[in-house]
């Protein structure tokens, strides 16, 4: 079993930055694709980014392309999320997920059904 837990949300101005972590534990993920999903008030759970499990593949969904940076450490069994200007309609509870099946082409990743293993999600609040 693999449990999540992110770290790192808060509150912030526009324009500023947050580093998210996601550390594993009960078993390695370094062998997992692993995805950020976020959660705004009032509407659906969305994909954010994917890295896969050696991190020499990565994805995003436009909203945040340019902006935002996943990142793995797998000796440390962590994933990051580095977001740069953020804006106030990045505001979510940010979630980790680790996936625990392979696919070659990244962007099943982007799919919340591909994953087994989820956190409990950090909030992250960007005031104007």
């Known amino acids: 079993q693999v449990q999540l837990a992110e770290s790192g949300g808060g509150l912030v101005q526009a324009g500023g930055s947050l580093r998210l972590s996601c550390a594993a534990s009960?078993?390695?993920?370094?062998?997992?694709?692993a995805g950020w999903f976020r959660q705004a008030p009032g509407k659906e759970r969305e994909f954010g980014a994917a890295?896969?499990?050696?991190?020499?593949?990565?994805y995003y969904t436009d909203s945040v392309k340019g902006r935002f940076t996943i990142s793995r450490d797998n000796a440390k069994n962590t994933v990051y999320l580095h977001m740069n200007s953020l804006k106030p309609e990045d505001t979510a509870v940010y979630y980790c997920?680790?996936?625990?099946?392979?696919?070659?082409?990244?962007?099943?990743?982007?799919?919340?059904?591909?994953?087994?293993?989820w956190g409990q999600g950090t909030q992250v609040t960007v005031s104007s």
């Open positions: 997920a680790a996936a625990g099946t392979y696919y070659r082409n990244i962007y099943w990743y982007s799919i919340s059904g591909t994953y087994a293993y």
């Open positions: 890295i896969s499990w050696t991190g020499g593949s990565t």
């Open positions: 009960g078993r390695t993920v370094s062998s997992y694709g």
